[in-house]
């Protein structure tokens, strides 16, 4: 672990931890293959989550940390999810249905200030609200990834875009930079999506 910490460069006063570095790669390489539908996108979302849990849990971002925790369980569960839908032609492309827009917005408003308000009083969090907003979002739109929802590239869009000022305030600026690319990805990955087989809205 000391030795994954260490600089793997630095720049302009600010070290980049080898840590840091292999998480940012293997993300990246998550969202082009979650774009493409392939199923190895689940096992490299389980490897970058378990390096970057490590990284958050070091700077103290203990709600990212613990996202990080969910989502390795949450890759088992939507390899599984893609690989069943796959072998028995089931799980396409669809579009979310009212109850499901009710599940997401409502978990989000629910969750968030609720997790904030945990990490507040029973952790040395710096920033537990903005820590929050973005852990509970993320749980939301992985839950909507794992189901082929085509909307939940525009959660992603959400929540990348308030995970760059998270990061911003903790100069985690490698994880910026993969952030802020997220942006477009996530736009991107809207549109390859939408074009791909889907089936109708519920």
Known sequence: MDALLQPAWTLVGTPFTWLELLAFLLSIAMVLANMRQWLVGWPLAAASSLLYGLLFFHGQLY??????????????????????????????????????????????????????????????????YWDAVPTVASVVATVQLGR?????????????????????????????????????LSVLGWRAWARAPRMPRP
């Open 63 to 128: 709600g990212e940390a613990a996202l990080q925790l969910f989502f390795v369980a949450m890759a088992i569960w939507g390899f599984l999810q893609w690989w069943q839908g796959r072998a028995q032609s089931t799980l396409t492309v669809r579009r979310m249905a009212p109850t499901a827009w009710a599940w997401s917005l409502g978990s989000i408003a629910v969750g968030a200030p609720l997790l904030g308000w945990v990490l507040d009083h029973y952790t040395d969090s710096p920033l537990p």
């Open 148 to 184: 082929k929802y085509l909307e939940n590239w525009g959660f992603w869009v959400a929540v990348n875009a308030v995970s760059v000022i998270l990061f911003s305030l903790r100069a985690y600026w490698l994880t910026v930079l993969l952030y802020a690319a997220f942006i477009p």
